[in-house]
């Protein structure tokens, strides 16, 4: 796994690139502007949960996603592909919007549901296998670091992708005397769609790994890393974490449109400014999970980000301050790569990290499913227009969400590795 520093310098470089573009184009296309589409069709709230969690049922799908390395070619030509895939679908997002296309709005609102599957179950597959193409190219030691910086530029670019999609649904919302929102949105969508697109460029300058590491097609090599306990404790703390965030999820995306009555402007806004923490502090977070290991930085993170929901409740202030908490989200998204495949060395990367995101995020999707019915126990759609209706959702919400810190608590000591 020992490579040279002019490879390893070829491999960042790369990755780097290929994040800053492709975060961009993820920051114009997000869930919060598709949520906000929906609704300017007339979604309701069942609408808003099948946008968050459909992607995620389809996404168990990525579990198939390592067979692809011997179909495609290579880590390179694989990635490449699924990213290209996932452009074309989320080109498709936009034609929702065309007037006189769909005989009702229903069908226009299913139309966004299945692009913004397709463009996610391509795009999960192609991540699992560039994070296992870079896996095969960076040794364990130097993990932290290099994912640390990649993160930064993920957020750079998200928050760049974030701004400017805010500031383009101020400008057609308030700056005409008409309401031009059903303009934007789709305009966003297409503009997303070319960054991804341009964000496979940058995958030329990484070097193929030099050893055939690519994973035999077989459910025992899946399963294997996870007999052991350590493992399981951390698949353990996924689910819990998964299922925590979809069953309080739906109302996340209704509280800022209905109860506070904000333009698309400030949620995008708040997101691009959690994108800017999460950005400056992810190179110091890689640093510090190769001093100290990852189990102890994802406890932190954990337990700082569960309390934005508790902070929700203090109206748009408090919906500020809980998005600026979530900068701490860069100590697990950092950390959450390296630990999946922690102690699997000299072997492809691929097949745990399927498994791992293909079973969280059904996980997620289902609970996200059911946090419609979690949705309506609390807060009846009669007063979802007051904040205040909300406090009792966003009180067990937090609960929720610090509850799962307890598998990472009880994790067996991390033992570090040297290869």
């Not at 929700?312 to 390296?338: C, D, E």
């Amino acid at each position: 796994m020992n490579r040279s520093s002019a490879e390893l310098e070829r491999t960042s470089r790369g990755a780097n690139e290929n994040a800053g573009m492709w975060a961009l184009g993820n920051g114009l296309v997000s869930t919060t502007l598709v949520s906000y589409f929906a609704q300017s069709l007339g979604a309701q709230s069942a609408a808003i949960s099948w946008i968050i969690a459909a992607p995620k049922l389809v996404g168990v799908l990525r579990w198939f996603a390592p067979g692809l390395l011997k179909l495609g070619g290579g880590y390179r030509t694989t990635s490449t592909w699924a990213f290209l895939l996932s452009t074309v679908f989320l080109l498709l997002l936009p034609l929702s919007s065309i007037p006189n296309i769909w005989p009702s709005t229903t069908l226009a609102i299913v139309a966004i549901v299945i692009c913004w599957c397709m463009y996610h179950l391509a795009e999960y597959c192609g991540y699992v296998v560039f994070v296992a193409w870079l896996m095969q190219l960076v040794s364990p030691e130097i993990r932290g670091r290099f994912f640390g910086l990649r993160e930064r530029w993920l957020t750079a670019g998200n928050l760049i992708g974030f701004l400017f999609a805010g500031l383009l649904g101020a400008v057609l919302r308030n700056g005409f005397e008409i309401d031009l929102r059903w303009i934007a949105y789709p305009l966003l969508a297409i503009y997303g769609a070319f960054a991804i697109g341009f964000s496979v460029l940058p995958l030329r300058r990484i070097p193929e790994p030099e050893s055939n590491t690519s994973p035999k097609n077989s459910f025992l090599e899946d399963w294997q890393h996870w007999s052991n306990p350590r493992a399981r404790w951390f698949l353990l703390y996924g689910t819990w974490f998964s299922a925590a965030n979809g069953l309080f999820s739906t109302l996340l995306y209704v509280y800022p449109y209905r109860a506070l009555d904000l333009s698309l402007f400030l949620p995008l806004t708040m997101a691009a400014s959690m994108r800017l923490g999460q950005s400056l502090i992810s190179r110091p977070v890689g640093v510090t999970i190769d001093r100290i290991g990852w189990r102890s930085v994802m406890i932190c993170g954990q337990v700082l980000i569960a309390f934005g929901p508790l902070l929700f409740s203090f109206g748009t202030m408090g919906y500020i301050a809980g998005n600026l908490i979530w900068i701490a989200y860069a100590l697990i998204n950092v950390a959450l790569p390296i630990a999946v495949v922690d102690g699997r060395h000299d072997r492809s990367a691929a097949p745990p990290l399927a498994l791992y995101f293909a079973w969280t995020g059904l996980v997620y999707g289902l609970t996200a499913l059911a946090g419609q019915s979690v949705a309506d126990f609390f807060v009846d759609t009669q007063y979802r227009n007051d904040p205040s209706a909300y406090n009792a959702y966003f009180l067990v919400a937090t609960l929720a969400r610090l509850s799962a810190v307890l598998p990472l608590v009880l994790l067996p000591a991390e033992r570090k590795s040297h290869t």
